[in-house]
């Protein structure tokens, strides 16, 4: 091949890179912001955040007993059902505010306690939510801790299911 026609391949390879690397340069339009603008989030509440906890007991405290899963009568004081269910005192049915002034004292008192979420409806159409203490695995447990809310805080409650 002639010099003549290698040094013209030479040079369009070297202007056909050239337009490869530029070419993208100036056609690319670095005033387009990148990243998030708009979030379907929600933002943080601005109320105390309060769950239901499911205990874990300590080992021995629940045994196995006799019948499947380990369950006994609900009325005996052995231990409940597998499925670490239990038992808890109901202190109140109160609006919102309420509710939440109870659940403070009690545990600034140094109860367990606290609030369930899913508000019941009262005749009045009004919500009211629950304000309980607990849970506690033996039934026993948790008559002796509605006798001590009764006793020390003048609380009357009554003993339900837990969860």
Same mark, same amino acid.
């Given at each position: 091949?002639?010099q003549r026609?290698?040094?013209?391949?030479i040079g #369009? +390879?070297?202007?056909?890179?050239?337009?490869?690397?530029l070419?993208?340069?100036?056609l @690319?339009d670095?005033?387009v912001? =990148?990243?998030?603008?708009t979030?379907?989030?929600p933002?943080?509440? &601005?109320?105390?955040f309060?769950?239901?906890l499911t205990?874990?007991p300590a080992?021995?405290?629940?045994?196995s007993?006799a019948?499947?899963?380990g369950?006994?009568d609900?009325?005996?004081d052995?231990?409940? #059902?597998? @499925?670490l269910?239990?038992?808890?005192?109901q202190v109140? *049915?109160? *609006?919102?505010k309420?509710?939440d #002034?109870l659940?403070?004292?009690? =545990?600034t008192?140094?109860?367990?306690?606290?609030? +369930? &979420?899913e508000p019941v409806? #009262?005749a @009045?159409?009004?919500?009211?939510?629950?304000?309980?203490v607990?849970?506690? +695995?033996l039934? *026993?447990?948790v008559e002796?801790?509605r006798?001590e809310?009764k006793?020390?805080?003048?609380? @009357?409650g009554?003993? +339900?299911d837990?969860p």
């Open positions: 091949m002639e026609h290698k040094e013209r391949l #369009a +390879v070297v202007l056909l890179l050239l337009a490869v690397i070419i993208p340069l100036a @690319d670095t005033r912001e =990148r990243g998030i603008k979030t379907n989030i933002p943080p509440p &601005d109320t105390e309060s769950t239901r205990p874990i080992p021995g405290e629940v045994a007993g019948g499947p899963a369950a006994t609900a009325a005996s052995g231990p409940v #059902a597998a @499925d269910s239990g038992w808890v005192v109140g *049915s109160l *609006s919102r309420n509710a #002034a659940n403070d004292r009690l =545990r008192a140094g109860y367990r306690s606290y609030i +369930v &979420d409806t #009262a @009045d159409g009004s919500a009211l939510y629950q304000v309980r607990g849970p506690e +695995v039934r *026993s447990e002796a801790l006798d809310l006793k020390k805080l003048d609380l @009357d009554f003993i +339900v837990y």
